[in-house]
């Protein structure tokens, strides 16, 4: 068949089929593949073209251009028509908006992690990290924790076997460091610490820690004061004031418990704050020079001090959330309402 007859016969039968589509009796996607397919019939003009002489070639080349144009234009305004059609015939009313798509967003446990690295690194913290499985030795003993010491009872314990466990604090991070670090320094350590208590709103069997570690020639409590002051009006805002209680911790000698004005109440008394006007927030100390002997540092030359925030803690009183466990259990309508 020669160009010319192959392109009259492709017209007919185009002619023939839009019919068929407008009778319904073609589909089409197969009308469309008839002709603008990759093996359809206007791809098999092109090889026609080999068969005319060069003279002829300009000419038949516009002839195939032509038809395919004139196709492929009608098969797409009949497709737009169909689009049109069927959305009539299923109601479509396109001025409605599109639904919204479900889209991720940051954990608040993760964002506020976050939020206080940034605020120890801004004043030259750096971040470390340590196991969450560790041994005995670096959870308890070189903390100054003997075995058979009452503050174990303090931390029941998650055992793998008599040695290793799961860590219940982020102060063993500060053993590995020192071990291969010499002073000065300055970290904080984030992580996962576990807890073998009974779950209740107020606790979980593993909770989150950022640990915080500051060693130098001459530091002293009120190097410890200032920072965690820092810290707290970083945090809470610029009117927070800070007040620290004596405690007890066994790797800190003098320790303390570190309180913020109440910033639900303004220190006037609720019930967040038991009607006291203050919030506990974090523990520090100044570090024992006995958890300097485990790790070979001079305790004549350096002194330091350590604190532990707990994270939860934290989370609860800024979203105002009464119950631990729903930052574990992967509530969506919880996320979405706290979305950040
Ligand atoms: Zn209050």
Redesign the pocket.
């Known amino acids: 068949m020669n160009l010319n007859d192959k392109i009259q016969a492709i017209n007919d039968s185009f002619s023939k089929d839009k019919k068929n589509f407008k009778s319904n009796s073609i589909k089409f996607d197969d009308f469309k593949n008839k002709y603008l397919g990759r093996k359809g019939l206007l791809s098999e003009l092109y090889p026609l073209l080999n068969s005319v002489s060069d003279s002829d070639k300009p000419e038949c080349g516009k002839k195939i251009n032509s038809i395919k144009n004139v196709i492929t234009k009608e098969i797409h305004s009949l497709g737009n028509n169909l689009s049109d059609l069927s959305n009539n015939a299923l109601n479509i009313d396109s001025s409605m908006p599109g639904t919204e798509k479900f889209s991720g967003s940051i954990h608040p446990l993760t964002k506020i992690i976050d939020e206080i690295k940034s605020i120890f690194n801004r004043i030259g913290f750096s971040t470390i990290y340590g196991p969450e499985v560790d041994t005995d030795y670096y959870n308890f003993e070189a903390l100054n924790i003997p075995k058979d010491h009452p503050a174990r009872d303090m931390q029941d314990t998650f055992y793998i076997n008599k040695e290793t466990l799961l860590r219940t604090h982020t102060s063993s991070s500060q053993i590995h460091f020192m071990e291969k670090n010499q002073p000065p320094l300055r970290i904080i350590s984030p992580g996962r610490v576990y807890r073998n208590e009974d779950i209740s709103v107020r606790s979980y069997c593993l909770f989150h820690q950022i640990e915080g570690l500051y060693i130098d020639k001459n530091v002293k409590f009120s190097d410890l004061k200032g920072t965690l002051d820092y810290f707290a009006k970083s945090l809470f805002g610029e009117n927070v004031k800070t007040r620290f209680r004596p405690s007890y911790f066994p790797f800190t000698e003098p320790s303390a418990e570190m309180d913020v004005s109440?910033i639900?109440?303004k220190?006037?008394?609720?019930?967040?704050?038991k009607?006291s006007?203050w919030?506990e927030i974090l523990g520090c100390g100044m570090v024992d020079p006995e958890v300097f002997k485990f790790v070979d540092y001079d305790v004549d030359i350096w002194s330091g001090f350590a604190f532990g925030i707990g994270i939860e803690r934290i989370a609860m009183l800024k979203y105002g959330v009464k119950d631990i466990r729903i930052f574990y259990n992967g509530d969506i309508q919880f996320l979405e309402q706290i979305k950040l």
């Open positions: 109440c639900f109440c220190s006037k008394g609720c019930n967040i704050c009607q006007g919030i």
